[in-house]
T-cell receptor, first 114, second 115 residues
Framework: AQSVAQPEDQVNVAEGNPLTVKCTYSVSGNPYLFWYVQYPNRGLQFLLKYITGDNLVKGSYGFEAEFNKSQTSFHLKKPSALVSDSALYFCAVRVTSGTYKYIFGTGTRLKVLA | EADIYQTPRYLVIGTGKKITLECSQTMGHDKMYWYQQDPGMELHLIHYSYGVNSTEKGDLSSESTVSRIRTEHFPLTLESARPSHTSQYLC??????????????FGPGTRLTVL
């Protein structure tokens, strides 16, 4: 079965420090991987995606993610966290069985402390 | 911000009422989706559509129904609302081709409370 796991319910980091939000996946075939951010009472906003090519993907708001095929991971990173980065982050994978459905992780709440 | 709209943003209704949650997108995307999300929790796919007159049920069983008569419009209807339907409903769309293919764009959501 195809799945996405976000092992941390919450990540706390001090402002200015680097942050990492973890995501691992299990899919058949080549994965289409995504990161989204959700602010309170809002829909999800697209941050970045990996389809093919360079393993390091750069996205919006200074975020980047590293695709690691051997570890089946797609961790979200940022070199220097801002208080305004505090939000709920979702990793997602597109199901590759001939459909266009997506599986979302359970979400990780990022809290950046001033 | 993506051009995908949901109305109403907030809705409080009584049990047994019929409601329709509206979702429209102006990007010409062929695919549209409805997700149910309890606050701060994961998303569950309840319906999706690959194009006009194409609708499928998602992974989470839902008593709601959808229609796709026009490309830009994907309304969700509950014939008889119950307290168990209280949740946030997110609409999304994506396209098949181009540089942003497969990227889902989400509306702001409708927070539904059934009393």
């Amino acid at each position: 079965a195809q799945s996405v796991a976000q092992p941390e319910d919450q990540v706390n980091v001090a402002e200015g420090n680097p942050l990492t939000v973890k995501c691992t996946y299990s899919v058949s075939g080549n994965p289409y991987l995504f990161w989204y951010v959700q602010y309170p009472n809002r829909g999800l906003q697209f941050l970045l995606k990996y389809i093919t090519g360079d393993n390091l993907v750069k996205g919006s708001y200074g975020f980047e993610a590293e695709f690691n095929k051997s570890q089946t991971s797609f961790h979200l990173k940022k070199p220097s966290a801002l208080v305004s980065d505090s939000a709920l982050y979702f990793c997602a994978v597109r199901v590759t069985s001939g459909t266009y459905k997506y599986i979302f992780g359970t979400g990780t709440r990022l809290k950046v402390l001033a | 911000e993506a051009d995908i709209y949901q109305t109403p943003r907030y809705l409080v209704i009584g049990t047994g009422k019929k409601i329709t949650l509206e979702c429209s997108q102006t990007m010409g995307h062929d695919k549209m989706y409805w997700y149910q999300q309890d606050p701060g929790m994961e998303l569950h796919l309840i319906h999706y559509s690959y194009g006009v007159n194409s609708t499928e049920k998602g992974d989470l069983s839902s008593e709601s129904t959808v229609s796709r008569i026009r490309t830009e419009h994907f309304p969700l209807t509950l014939e008889s609302a119950r307290p168990s339907h209280t949740s946030q409903y997110l609409c999304a769309s994506s396209e098949t081709r181009g540089g942003l293919a497969d990227t889902q764009y989400f509306g702001p959501g409708t927070r539904l409370t059934v009393l």
